[in-house]
C-alpha cells in the first residue's frame, strides 16, 4: 500500500514563509505529484504539480509567483516552499499522485493525511 506522508506545516505571520515535504513510500508508476489544500467550509482545490519525470511544473493561479513545488526522485519526495504567505492560504494542505495528467484531478489515488498551515495578522 502506497503511503504518503506530508509535514512542516505550522503557524507562520502574514508574509513568512513555510516548507512542506512530502516523502512517498513509493511513486507506484505515478507520473505527476501535487499539493491541495482545503479551507475550512470550502472544497479542496489544487495547489501545485511536478512531471516526476521531467520536472515540469504547475501552478494554480492563487498561488503563482509565491509558492514552488520541487521533487527529489531519488528520495521519492515532493516540496512545497510557500513564500509570502496570505491569511487566504490557511488550510489543510494535502500531497497526493496520479498515473494520469496532472490536472485530471480526480485520477490522484493515493493522499497523503493532511497538515495544517495557519497564517495569522
Known amino acids: 500500500q502506497v503511503q504518503l506522508v506530508e509535514s512542516g506545516g505550522g503557524l507562520v505571520q502574514a508574509g513568512g514563509s513555510l516548507k512542506l515535504s512530502c516523502a512517498a513510500s513509493?511513486?507506484?508508476?505515478?507520473?505527476?505529484a501535487g499539493w491541495f489544500r482545503q479551507a475550512p467550509g470550502k472544497e479542496r482545490e489544487f495547489v501545485a504539480a511536478?512531471?516526476?519525470?521531467?520536472?515540469?511544473?504547475y501552478y494554480a493561479d492563487s498561488v503563482k509567483g509565491r509558492f514552488t513545488i520541487s521533487r527529489d526522485n531519488a528520495k521519492n519526495t515532493v516540496d512545497l516552499q510557500m513564500n509570502g504567505l496570505k491569511l487566504e492560504d490557511t488550510a489543510v494542505y494535502y500531497c497526493?499522485?496520479?498515473?494520469?495528467?496532472?490536472?485530471?484531478?480526480?485520477?490522484?489515488?493515493?493522499w497523503g493525511q493532511g497538515t495544517q498551515v495557519t497564517v495569522s495578522s
Open positions: 513509493e511513486r507506484a508508476f505515478s507520473s505527476y
Open positions: 497526493a499522485i496520479t498515473r494520469r495528467y496532472y490536472s485530471d484531478y480526480a485520477s490522484y489515488n493515493y
Open positions: 511536478v512531471s516526476w519525470s521531467h520536472g515540469s511544473t
